[in-house]
């Protein structure tokens, strides 16, 4: 049972547009959620991050949205760059546990 | 500084057989977390280590166990392989069990195991 979703594979973007990345989750128990980014043969990096009691955190050209009541997320990036293609994990956390439970990623091309 | 080093990077291993998988997390970090990343899949929580103790599990089976060591590295030991056991294991490091808000977990680049 996938309690992280994210339902689009793929996502491809023209350099200097916005990015949308989506992210349902049905567990109504995470209370923080993640973003990390995978180049081939990289290990995922952290992106950014956002607690259940905020509805959006910003960090430069990342976005992240959180919409509790419809236990949806999502992350912007704006403007888009060619670096910015990679694959794109949304993970999840309850507070005061170790575990986090990753979706399937999200492949995005930003294309020059 | 250095990040987190996985070792070996690639790894063929026969079914039924044992493996063990080497993690040495950021400098300065203290708690190592496993992860198996399947083909197509997210990565899925083994468990987490600190003070050289085991603190949470995921759902895996006791075919796999671990280890930390004093110097914070860490083991991870599958036995009795099985075909599906092929992932990328992904090794990753944080200050204290619970991740910082602002930095999440730092991953390694992971060891890519092969069961034949």
């Known amino acids: 049972d996938q309690q992280v979703k994210q339902n689009s594979p793929s996502l491809s973007v023209q350099e200097g547009r916005i990015s949308i990345l989506n992210c349902d989750y049905t567990?109504?128990?995470?209370?923080?959620f993640l973003w990390y980014k995978k180049y081939p043969a990289e290990g995922p990096t952290f992106l950014i991050s956002?607690?259940?009691?905020?509805d959006k955190n910003e960090d430069g050209r990342f976005t992240v949205f959180l919409n509790k009541s419809a236990k949806h997320l999502s992350l912007h990036i704006v403007p888009s760059q060619p670096g910015d293609s990679a694959v794109y994990f949304c993970a999840a956390s309850v507070s005061g546990s170790e575990k986090l439970v990753f979706g399937k990623g999200m492949k995005l091309t930003v294309n020059p | 500084d250095a990040g987190v080093t996985q070792s070996p990077t690639h790894l063929i291993k026969t079914r039924g057989q044992q493996v063990t998988l080497r993690c040495s997390p950021k400098?300065?970090?203290?708690?190592v977390s496993w992860y198996q990343q399947a083909l197509g899949q997210g990565p899925q929580f083994i468990f987490q280590y600190y003070e050289e103790e085991e603190r949470q599990r995921g759902n895996f089976p006791d075919r796999f166990s671990g280890h930390q060591f004093p110097n914070y590295s860490s083991e991870l030991n599958v036995n009795a392989l099985l075909l599906g056991d092929s992932a990328l294991y992904l090794c990753?490091?944080?200050?204290?069990?619970?991740?910082?808000?602002?930095?999440?977990?730092?991953f390694g680049s992971g060891t890519r195991l092969t069961v034949v």
């Open positions: 990753a490091s944080s200050l204290a069990p619970v991740w910082d808000p602002n930095y999440g977990y730092t």
């Open positions: 567990n109504s128990m995470f209370d923080y």
């Open positions: 956002i607690s259940s009691i905020k």
């Open positions: 400098s300065g970090h203290d708690t």
